[in-house]
């Protein structure tokens, strides 16, 4: 099978794909982690978009879609593949489907992670990290011992600017922006299936299997 993963920032798409690629012997391929493996491996793609990196810059979609290609020509995932966090714009999915179609595959479903405003940022304003030691906590799902201190060292546990209330709406914002253009490219293609990221991990996941399931039948 092969599927594209998509939703906003904390809907929780990272962690159901990690986990139905392992059920499903499949790669994860997840671009950031792939970046980030290629430049540590000083590989020729990896220098190259270590130059962008480096810059402060954002590594372009061909170098991207290079990686990515490397990674679909493996054996592994000659048995299919979850792609996770690309595409994140009309222009990337057009050419994520050109590359699909030039390794002689199609999509199978593209899964969409439906999660309101409230929870999403429950879930990403909720990160503490410990001033002294750098150990991470989430008031929610991991909270520490005693609040504001860390369990580990004792330290001054406090939320990054990334992880404010105004900056993550922001960042939703921009998210539901460029996404609603590819929600209906993939919905036009009759690839779209839509999944409740709320509740239980594991009935999230018991909804994936059987929406994709169901488009295998």
């Given amino acids: 099978m092969r599927l594209v993963f998509l939703g906003p920032p904390g809907a929780g798409k990272g962690t159901q794909a990690r986990d139905l690629a392992r059920e499903w012997n499949i790669p994860q391929v997840a671009t950031g982690d792939m970046l980030r493996a290629a430049m540590a491996s000083a590989s020729p793609l990896g220098r190259e978009a270590k130059q962008y990196y480096d810059r402060g810059e954002l590594v372009p979609d061909d170098v991207i879609l290079r990686m990515i290609k490397a990674r679909l020509s493996e054996s592994d995932a000659g048995r299919g593949f979850i792609m996770d966090g690309f595409p994140r714009n009309l222009a990337q999915a057009e050419a994520l489907g050109r590359l699909v179609k030039d390794l002689g595959h199609t999509l199978d479903a593209v899964v969409y992670f439906d999660v309101s405003e409230p929870e999403l940022l429950r879930r990403l304003t909720g990160r503490r990290v410990c001033r002294q030691c750098g150990a991470t906590y989430h008031l929610v799902f991991a909270p520490p011992t005693r609040p504001g201190v860390c369990d580990r060292c004792g330290g001054e546990l406090y939320q ?58």
């Fill in 160 to 217: 990054r600017d990334d992880d404010r209330e105004e900056t993550v709406k922001h960042r939703l914002d921009v998210y539901a922006r460029q996404t609603a253009p590819l929600l209906d490219h993939y919905r036009g293609q009759g690839l779209l299936v839509t999944v409740k990221g709320e509740g239980a991990i594991d009935t999230i996941r018991e909804a994936i299997r059987s929406v994709v399931e169901a488009r295998r039948r």
